[in-house]
């Protein structure tokens, strides 16, 4: 399977990571005496089920290193038209790809057990167009205790959502507009919620749903075939959106 490397954008000034930046990359940041992205990159490089990587938002200048063939796209001011980006540059280098791993650069604690478990998982959903991973809070509080991660309360559990997932090539061929509304509001999950229907937003609130029953309010709402997967590796869902989660991870990935 490919792997799209989203590594895309540069904090501003006000922006509570520009201190770190500098006006630099937030994926160059350093972590424990590497390139952040580079530790992600790591992860999809060992991993055997990855064939090659598609680099969305540096350049070879930026010094990268793999051993998988790897191709460098600029990028493209969205999370959403860099993740197009990347599913064009797969079909383009292989047409017949069904899947590619989307993973951001600003998850280094991944490693390439993680991302060989969610590459073979993905054959589960043959049909899917979108894999999306989540994580149990027990799970990312055992893991990261002091990460402070948002969390939608279902009747299921309590849930964040990861930053490695998968998704369908033909994404490229369908409307998007509902996927850009709810990829804006990523971080606010009753936002989301109610971009697909007040019910929706009063089962969720009253925890009267699933995760299950969730996911498929959203996928027809999209007119898509979501899944969602519950994983139980919470570095899959560890991003350094913010300085103590930079420091959490600067911590756990010196001592490896």
């Known amino acids: 399977m490919e792997a799209i490397l989203m590594a895309g954008g540069i904090p501003q000034p006000g922006d509570p990571l520009y201190p770190y930046t500098q006006g630099k990359p937030r994926a160059l940041l350093a972590m424990a005496g590497k390139p952040m992205a580079q530790w992600t990159l790591d992860a999809l490089t060992a991993a055997e089920e990855v064939a090659r990587v598609v680099i969305v938002g540096l350049s070879p200048e930026d010094g990268l290193q793999t051993t998988q063939p790897v191709a460098y796209l600029p990028d493209q001011g969205s999370m959403l038209e860099n993740i197009l980006a990347g599913l064009h540059e797969v079909i383009r280098q292989r047409p017949g790809a069904r899947f590619a791993l989307v993973v951001s650069g600003d998850i280094p604690a991944v490693t390439s057990e993680m991302v060989n478990w969610a590459a073979a998982n993905a054959r589960r959903f043959p049909d899917a167009d979108l894999i999306y991973h989540v994580v149990r809070r027990e799970s990312m509080e055992k893991r990261f205790p002091n990460a402070n991660r948002t ?42 919620a109610s971009m697909i229907g007040w019910k929706t937003l009063l089962m969720v609130a009253l925890r009267r749903w699933t995760l299950q029953q969730a996911a498929q309010a959203i996928s027809a709402r999209a007119k898509v075939r979501g899944v969602a997967v519950v994983t139980p590796y919470a570095e899959m869902a560890m991003d350094a959106d913010k300085p103590h989660q930079i420091e959490i991870l600067r911590a756990d990935l010196a001592r490896r």
């Open 151 to 192: 969390y939608l309360r279902l009747k299921d559990g309590e849930f964040c959502g990861a930053d490695l997932n998968v998704v369908g090539t033909d994404m490229v061929h369908r409307d998007l507009g509902f996927f850009r509304r709810i990829i804006a509001a990523r971080k606010h999950p009753l936002q989301q």
